[in-house]
């Protein structure tokens, strides 16, 4: 959520920063509705200074054995008005918070200006795709002839967009969140979270997924509670409507979670394999960090998840996004992107954004600064450490054989119990 200050003292610098990211917006409902919530606060002090006055005069009477009862009559009708006034301004500060709700965060200055993901700029690549001396195979092809990917019998039951992992593939995949814990716990600051999967409206509002994009999630209507689309709300919402000690920052949290997205506008797009699901799971990383060293954070925090695709020797690259392509939330963001050898290109496995104070504004998440004393809005950051289906995807098929057979990153060996490689199904396992 962006600062109402802000947009009404700098609506012009406001306006050209949204448009870079496509958006034109009206501000004069805001305006309209600032002016008419100023208005009606002076008239509710004004009646509730009166209304002081008359019980002091109420008072006085009384002591002098004096009659109140007229005095008594306008205090209620007094009270009666500022019960009035204080209904309608609630009413009309709901409707001004739903009108800033919906405002996207302003990009910060070195966020690469762009329409689309066309114009967005490669910041560096790392490592060399693979050039196979036979035409590789899509990661569903493979996992089905390996036997460790059924989407047939589990569309029966869930229906599209939804895959069981079998076997090799369901340790692969368990192998790869302890992995990605292990690493960014054992080797890197962060302290695990184990976190609920159903958060409430007001935990979604915090981290910008309501109410904007209602339609991507799922809703359980009896409990009025939503299944997270990422792990990135529970984490975050944990310091909702707190005064943090500025001395406990950075705070680093990374948690595995299953992840529930409807893809409402995807239809037609990835439909196969585990790139683009209702159900994953991920690894998330989520800083609360200072003002002061949100950039510097920023960038180690999207090394954090590089490490990761390091040490599972996939060849990836680290892209910025530009103004055209950031999330709704975020400042700035890197993709990290992995190369997918069948399809002959790098796709998202990783987006590492920082959202400036936009967060910690919508969640009150805030910290007291040493030197004044007084509190201020922290930022937030996060990125997915990585996202664990489609490192999968990645590994069958960048690991992928003449014989049919994937090997498996040496970094995963002990987490697989010594397994080195996948054979097809008709082979066994070694």
């Excluded at 606060?41 to 006085?60: D, Y």
Aim: contains cysteine; hydrophobic residues 35%.
């Amino acid at each position: 959520m962006l600062d109402k200050k802000r947009i009404l003292h700098e609506e012009e610098t406001i306006r050209e920063a949204l448009a870079s990211r496509g958006q034109s917006l009206d501000f004069s409902p805001i305006r309209k509705l600032d002016s008419e919530i100023g208005q009606l606060k002076q008239a509710w002090e004004a009646l509730r200074e009166k209304r002081n006055r008359l019980a002091q005069e109420i008072g006085t009477r009384k002591r002098n054995g004096q009659p109140t009862e007229d005095l008594m009559d306008e205090s209620r009708t007094v009270n009666e008005l500022i019960s009035k006034d204080e209904g309608l301004l609630a009413s009309l500060e709901a409707k001004l918070d739903e009108l800033l709700w919906m405002i996207p965060n302003i990009p910060a200055s070195d966020v690469p200006r762009g329409k689309s993901e066309l114009d967005n700029v490669t910041v560096r690549t790392v490592g060399t795709p693979t050039v196979f001396p036979f035409e590789p195979k899509p990661h569903w092809d493979l996992g089905h002839e390996l036997g460790i990917m059924d989407v047939e019998h589990t569309a029966l039951v869930s229906g599209s967009r939804f895959s069981t992992l079998i076997g090799a593939g369901a340790r692969l995949e368990r192998a790869l969140a302890n992995y990605m814990i292990d690493l960014h716990t054992l080797q890197g600051a962060y302290t695990e979270h184990s976190v609920p999967f159903l958060v409430r409206e007001e935990a979604l509002r915090g981290t910008g997924q309501l109410p904007k994009f209602k339609e991507e999630l799922f809703y359980c209507p009896e409990d009025d509670l939503y299944l997270i689309p990422t792990a990135e709300v529970p984490l975050t919402n944990m310091f909702r409507e707190s005064i943090l000690d500025h001395a406990s920052l950075p705070i680093r949290m990374v948690a595995q979670t299953a992840c529930f997205r409807r893809e409402a506008g995807a239809a037609g797009r990835d439909s196969r394999g585990l790139i683009r699901q209702h159900q994953f799971q991920k690894v998330e990383l989520v800083w609360i960090t200072a003002p002061e060293t949100s950039r510097d954070d920023h960038e180690r925090l999207t090394s954090d998840a590089e490490k990761v695709l390091i040490g599972l020797e996939l060849p990836y690259r680290v892209v910025a996004l530009c103004t055209g392509d950031l999330g709704f939330s975020s400042s700035k963001t890197y993709d990290l992107e992995v190369w997918m050898p069948s399809q002959e290109t790098y796709r998202e496995i990783s987006s590492c954004s920082n959202f400036g104070d936009f967060q910690a504004r919508r969640a009150q998440i805030r910290f007291r600064d040493p030197a004044t004393k007084k509190t201020r809005f922290a930022h937030t950051l996060n990125g997915s450490g990585v996202a664990i289906g489609r490192a999968v995807a990645a590994i069958l098929e960048n690991g992928q054989r003449p014989d049919g057979s994937v090997g498996i990153p040496k970094a995963l060996v002990p987490y697989m119990g010594g397994m080195t490689e996948i054979l097809p199904a008709t082979k066994g396992q070694k």
